[in-house]
């Protein structure tokens, strides 16, 4: 099977944002050549090994909104919180013209985030319709103490009663959580995994904004661009050779290729929330044109947060956060620093930064 070279081209030209650069910075210098291609066990073929046509979407987009998450913690005893967690099989597009078969916490990647204070009770209602699934799921909260994080008691079948667990968040961080039946690292690939935030008594510093990306491999008998419905591929993913590498399911989804870059502006601090699901990469998170100021290493909220770093080790079933300024207008990119991942395979996203220059800190054209 050969990629789609025009596809490529067209993400490498377009995934910053309003700009016409190659992904510039870090990614100048890369060529389009290169390109694995996994062979598909599972993949849904003609009579002469090609892809299947493209199947109709189920969602519009399967790219979770990145500002989709809970207000910050203003309460100051514990409360009570009712969470109802529904799991959805959707076919949707991974990039224009492919599609594939995602599992989903409601519908979209990554799952809901969840956001609640040290000391408060939640019960948890898990709902696996028979109509929207092919098989069995559960919830492995890496903030639970207990046994599997919650998986065991959560396990079910499609059309199963909903399972219900209760606990209390007994210690703050930012963590993950995922499907962890036996078949784990499938679903967590097909985009089963998310974020559960608990702060501490006394909250978090306050930011302007705050945003939320999970990273996860797509591993596919196709090839990058090649159009057609992607099937999940096994040896694929036992070689840990993903055909796509994405943010919030979708390759190059916050560009102006996907469905648009973030906000922010000159002056504002924001904090983003970055779940790497894997199942199998470390994701070297990095954001081109800027620093993470303060980053809190595997999602700890209570040692004082590490400074200025540049690109930062996130490793699979891991939530970090990190804070940034933004003194001067222009696109930042946020990227895996693995940088075909980056260039070729879709993990790239933008937050574009409006606003008045300041050449005193950074001048284009002295």
Known sequence: MTPNTNSRRRFLQTA????????????????????????????????????????????????????????????????????????????????????FDYMTFEGQVP????????????????????????TNHNMDFHAVYGPGGGADATTISPGDDPAQISFRAEYPGVFIYHCAIPDMDQHISAGMFGSILVEPEDGLPEVDREFYLGQHEIYTGGSVGEGGHHGFDFDAMLAEQPTYVVFNGQAYGFTGDGVGPMHAEVGETARVYFANGGPNLLSPWHPIGNVWSRFYRDGDL?????????TAPVAPGTTAAAEMEFPVPG???????????????????????????DPEIYDPNP
Request: with cysteine.
């Open 16 to 99: 910053g944002g309003a700009t016409a650069l190659a992904i510039a910075g870090c990614l100048d210098g890369l060529s389009n050549d290169g390109e694995q291609n996994a062979q598909g066990t599972d993949t849904e073929t003609d009579e002469e090994g090609e892809l299947a046509a493209v199947e109709s979407v189920d969602v519009e987009r399967i790219a979770r909104d990145p500002t989709a998450i809970p207000d910050p913690v203003d309460w100051s005893e514990p409360r009570e919180h009712d969470v109802t967690v529904r799991t959805e099989r959707v076919t949707a597009e991974v990039e224009p013209g492919v599609t």
């Open 111 to 134: 799952g809901p985030m969840l956001r609640v204070r040290r000391g408060d009770r939640v019960t948890l209602t898990f709902e696996v319709p028979e109509e929207l699934n092919v």
């Open 302 to 310: 209570l040692t004082d947060p590490d400074r200025n770093i540049e």
């Open 331 to 357: 696109p930042v990119k946020i990227v895996d620093h693995a940088l075909t991942r980056a260039a070729r395979r879709g993990a790239l996203a933008v937050i574009d930064v409006d606003g008045e220059a």
